[in-house]
């Protein structure tokens, strides 16, 4: 199965600490996007890429936060000074944007962040 | 604006009943959407989706979806639920680049 994938699944910090996730999408699949979920929520729309470039970012995004999508394949996201607001799932998905203007984004398992 | 409202946050149905699981949508365009489950602790995964074919949409697991454009719903049904149908299911609407999430529908299925 090739399917996306994130790592770590699971991550446990201190407040003020830096963590950094990675998310491999579908090998052909030019978009890739970022949602958060917290507990008993809807994912929400954090950040997305087509290749390589970042083409809109959530106001939930604040500057503590920075994604990267280097060469168009794997992305990270990056949280620095975490607090305790930020414990969530972060969902990575990806999707290939067809000619018709059409596309099905895949999730990943997500990584679960805990904040102490 | 576009949203996506799930009618029923939570749903109730004893095994081998019917499954209802209510959506309606607003979009100022013609719209795609879609149905995904979340497992507890896992990803989501697609169920189903509509993108202006067919009105009625077949899904995996015995799952399947009718667009109504008069009535701006997309509500999701299985004839026979099963155990391990219980889950999370969310409609989502695509939006111009991203997905717009409902809030959810936690499925319960009585033995």
């Known amino acids: 199965d090739t399917g996306v994938s994130q790592d770590p699944r699971h991550k446990i910090t201190k407040r003020g600490q830096n963590v950094t996730f990675r998310c491999d999408p579908i090998?052909?699949?030019?978009?890739l996007y970022w949602y958060r979920q917290t507990l008993g929520q809807g994912p929400e729309f954090l950040t997305y890429?087509?290749?390589?470039?970042?083409?809109?970012k959530s106001r939930l995004l604040s500057d503590r936060f920075s994604a990267e999508r280097p060469k168009g394949s794997f992305s990270t996201l990056e949280i620095q000074r975490t607090e305790q607001g930020d414990s969530a799932m972060y969902l990575c998905?990806?999707?290939?944007?067809?000619?018709?203007?059409?596309?099905?984004?895949?999730f990943g398992p997500g990584t679960r962040l805990l904040v102490l | 604006a576009q949203s996506v409202t799930q009618l029923d946050s939570h749903v109730s149905v004893s095994e081998g009943t019917p499954v209802l699981l209510r959506c309606n949508y607003s979009?100022?365009?013609?719209?795609?959407l879609f149905w995904y489950v979340q497992h507890p602790n896992k990803g989501l995964q697609l169920l189903l989706k509509y993108t202006s074919a067919a009105t009625l949409v077949k899904g995996i697991n015995g799952f399947e979806a009718e667009f109504k454009k008069s009535e701006t719903s997309f509500h999701l049904t299985k004839p026979s639920a099963h155990m391990s149908d219980a889950a999370e299911y969310f409609c989502v609407l695509s939006g111009t680049y991203k997905y717009i999430f409902g809030t959810g529908t936690r499925l319960k299925v009585l033995a």
């Open positions: 090998s052909e699949h030019n978009r």
């Open positions: 998905a990806s999707s290939l944007l067809g000619a018709s203007g059409k596309e099905t984004q895949y």
């Open positions: 979009s100022s365009y013609s719209p795609s």
């Open positions: 890429f087509q290749n390589e470039a970042q083409l809109e």
